[in-house]
């Protein structure tokens, strides 16, 4: 009976990641951009060159570097690199001997020059990785594993799902979000917690509660006539790449993403209670179990909307810091920046979200339990 019980979940999981990684080729091709080549290496020594100082080009020094290449077809040769320092902290790279960067590689008249893109951070991204599933297997046991595989799947289907829909298939944005959400709630929630009233409980409202903030933003990207400009990367793919894209409706996608995961949180915490409940109480009705799912609720919603507050802040606190030092900027003109009112939606229209998924959650599960009784 058991098996049967599990059975369902784990067929239709493996269908959804068959079907998605089966269509991976055809979601990421549509790119013809040429690629540019980049090499890994060392830095060997640096040795600072005579510059005159340029206001006008920016350049207060440079250095000449000498990298050994790791990687690539010219792996172990030593070459040099000119590394100008224009005193800009966002685009100034200023590395040691030993440390290891990335160079690109153009060829100029025959002749191969080599510039410094980046610090290599693959090592330590790799070592926070490995802390992290090693965390999840230790604690979780065959937890963990889901939690990784889900994790995986969420990723897999927001760069090689949702992303190529809208850039090689022009989806309309809305509809690929909204997609994309249920298709990550449903699988995350089945593999987790099984096949059962919980889970689809969890399930119906976490994708209520989403509506919701999704309709708020939506509304209120309209009648605060926020541009979804708010950040440099906005801005540069704007006047670039995608000079066709509707940038609100991106910002609409991120803050429906942005509260997808603390949405889920709170679903599967009372959905899970009430039906530890019934277990536990058989003879409990709509109304008890619809209680114990409220009561926790109460208790979640207050922690849970102070973690999306506190994450979006986190996020902001540039930005704080220089609004904190603006003395002479008016509050009113504070508070009306496209910027400022950009994360305060995506703080509130969230949090709202989540807090309607609260009864949704109680009232949807405390009916599936009731029910099935």
Known sequence: MKLRRIFPSYILVAFIACLLFGTLPVLGAGSNAESIEYVNGVVLTIQSLDVTPNKKVGISSKSLVTVLLTSGAESGKQVQSINYITNQPLFDIIPSPGDKIILAVSEVQNEKQYHIADYNRLFPTYVL???????????????????????CFSVVVILKGMVPLILNYHWNFIIATMLVCAVITAITQITISGWNAKTWGAILGTVGGVLIAGVLAAISISWMHL???????????????????????????GIILGSLGAVMDVTISIASTQYEIKQSCPHYGFAEIFNSGINVGRDVMGTMANTLILAYTGSSLPLIFLIASQDSVSFMRIMNLNIVATEITRALTGSIGLICSIPLTAIITAFLLSRKS
């Open 129 to 151: 990785v490995g802390l992290f599933v090693l965390s999840l297997l230790i604690l979780g046991k065959t937890i963990g594993i889901k939690t990784i595989f889900v994790i």
């Open 227 to 253: 541009t979804g400009l708010d950040s440099e990367e906005a801005m540069m793919l704007k006047v670039t790449t995608l000079t066709f894209m509707n940038f609100q409706e991106v910002l609409f996608a």
